[in-house]
């Protein structure tokens, strides 16, 4: 048997360390794991300090079209993806002028999707309206194609959330409410994801901090007390109703302990690169600002070692984490104004595999565990069958990651956007190769489509 591609080297999922294995791809497949070699019309040995990787799956993206494309747009994410060992990513409804609160919108970002980034798999996440309240009909339509809703508790990009706090509570609830009931009436899980932040404290610090120019201001004008009081409401919404939650972007370390001692098994929480990597002492101006913002470094370890770390009543390390990188790009011009009025967000997704590769090389941590927060748990999350791990029968979602090569962030980059808030930050690692369904799409810094 002579394989489409055959990939050969040391490799890892969330379940196993296959040692040094043959990868038989076939038809977009996994066809067959060997300890024999294999043969393939293509081979791509891996050597020295190269490991095999699912394909990483993100899924916290904001992609920017329609709507917003002087900042990012299908096409050029699908070279970002590439180039960070992404292949899979769930789009995010706030996109500024442009939310997908609407079937009619899922549909149109689908097929722009399929159109100008074919070899990624990207799906999307519908908006729970909130203002003037949630839309029943709307959010079963949406069920129909999409399995993941989000709701924001506090102000953000897109202006999706409740501004009246007497109003906010009851709707919200409603809208978890409607997706328990739509999850039974169509028999399939429908996940919410949450942008935990407390709207009230953020509206008082904004107006406490406002007149300082210190750009750490821009963390302490929105208290990290309020995530871990968001998500225990969240979570207590998801037992009432029995929705599967997702924490987006968790950057406290009580918000941390509020999710593990309420979550049940079906609820997960996104980490970012930017709440490992930078904390509130690292907010040099504008370009750092994001929503939730970076914390106390107090609260960057505790994310750290939360990696390592369990969730009341688990086993394995990881559990209930998702590497979720929050890709927000905007276009410089919008980042050089006064730290208040910049938009927040950061674009971080090409420098995903890179973070993992540092997640290994630098913080010890495994590559097993490394697999199960940046592929199996997303994947179980999202209720992909067919992802997130190494097995014959699989999709041949794979990336090579180079754990030998320090790698130093800098230009060129592949976001539209044009910046990078890790511009200069060495990592401990880089992306060699990136397979999307048995598709070599990225080859030591080159791009194959
Ligand atoms: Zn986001």
Same mark, same amino acid.
């Given at each position: 048997m002579t394989y489409d591609l055959v990939l050969e080297g040391h490799a890892f999922d969330a379940t196993a360390n296959f040692g040094y294995v043959y990868i038989g791809i076939e038809n977009g497949r996994i066809a067959e794991i060997s300890e024999k070699a294999l043969d393939g019309r293509k081979i791509i040995r891996c050597s020295g300090n190269q490991i095999i990787m699912p394909g990483f799956i993100n899924t916290h993206v904001h992609m920017r079209e329609p709507g917003y494309t002087e900042a990012e747009g299908f096409k050029s994410y699908q070279r970002v993806a590439a180039a960070g060992g992404i292949t899979t990513a769930r789009d995010q409804p706030n996109n500024p002028g442009y939310p997908t609160t609407t079937r009619e919108r899922l549909d149109e970002k689908s097929a722009l999707a399929k159109a100008k980034a074919p070899f990624i798999d990207i799906g999307f996440i519908g908006g729970v309206r909130l203002d003037p309240e949630p839309d029943r009909d709307e959010m079963r339509r949406m069920a129909e194609v999409t399995n993941l809703f989000k709701i924001f508790w506090t102000r953000s990009v897109g202006n999706m959330h409740q501004p009246d706090i007497l109003k906010r509570y009851g709707q919200i609830e409603a809208g978890y409410a409607i997706l328990g009931e739509l999850s039974e009436e169509m028999g399939k899980v429908l996940n919410m994801s949450n942008h935990c932040e407390y709207e009230e404290l953020n509206t008082y610090g904004e107006w406490f901090h $406002? /007149?300082?120019?210190?750009? $750490? @201001?821009?963390?302490?004008? $929105?208290?990290?007390?309020?995530?871990?009081?968001?998500?225990? $409401? @969240?979570?207590?919404?998801?037992? %009432? *109703?029995?929705? #599967?939650?997702?924490? &987006?972007?968790?950057?406290?370390? !009580? =918000?941390?302990?509020?999710? !593990?001692?309420?979550?049940?098994? %079906? !609820?997960?929480?996104? +980490?970012?690169?930017?709440?490992? +990597?930078? &904390?509130?002492? /690292?907010?040099? =101006?504008?370009?750092? %600002?994001? *929503?939730? #913002?970076?914390r106390p470094r107090s609260d960057m370890m505790a994310m750290r070692e939360r990696i390592n770390g369990y969730r009341e009543g688990c086993q394995r390390p990881g559990d209930g984490v998702i590497l979720a990188f929050d890709h927000a790009p905007h276009p410089k011009y919008k980042k050089e104004g006064g730290i208040w009025e910049a938009s927040a967000g950061i674009p971080s997704d090409e420098h995903f595999g890179h973070v993992v590769a540092h997640l290994i090389t630098e913080w010890g941590i495994h590559p097993k565990t490394a697999a199960r927060i940046s592929s199996w748990n997303a994947s179980k999350f999202l209720g992909l069958i067919t992802k997130g791990l190494i097995d014959e029968g699989y999709d041949a979602d794979l990336v090579v990651l180079d754990l030998g090569k320090n790698y130093i962030v800098a230009p060129p980059y592949q976001t539209k956007c044009g910046w990078a808030p890790y511009a200069g930050t060495e990592l401990g690692g880089k992306v060699s190769y990136t397979i999307a369904k048995g598709r070599l799409i990225f080859e030591d810094g080159e791009f194959r489509f």
């Open positions: $406002r /007149d300082s120019e210190d750009p $750490r @201001a821009l963390s302490w004008s $929105r208290p990290g007390m309020g995530e871990g009081f968001e998500i225990k $409401r @969240a979570l207590e919404f998801g037992k %009432k *109703y029995d929705v #599967p939650v997702n924490i &987006c972007h968790l950057s406290t370390e !009580d =918000g941390k302990k509020v999710f !593990d001692r309420n979550s049940l098994m %079906k !609820d997960w929480f996104e +980490l970012t690169g930017h709440h490992l +990597l930078l &904390c509130e002492e /690292d907010i040099t =101006g504008p370009f750092r %600002k994001m *929503y939730p #913002p970076l």
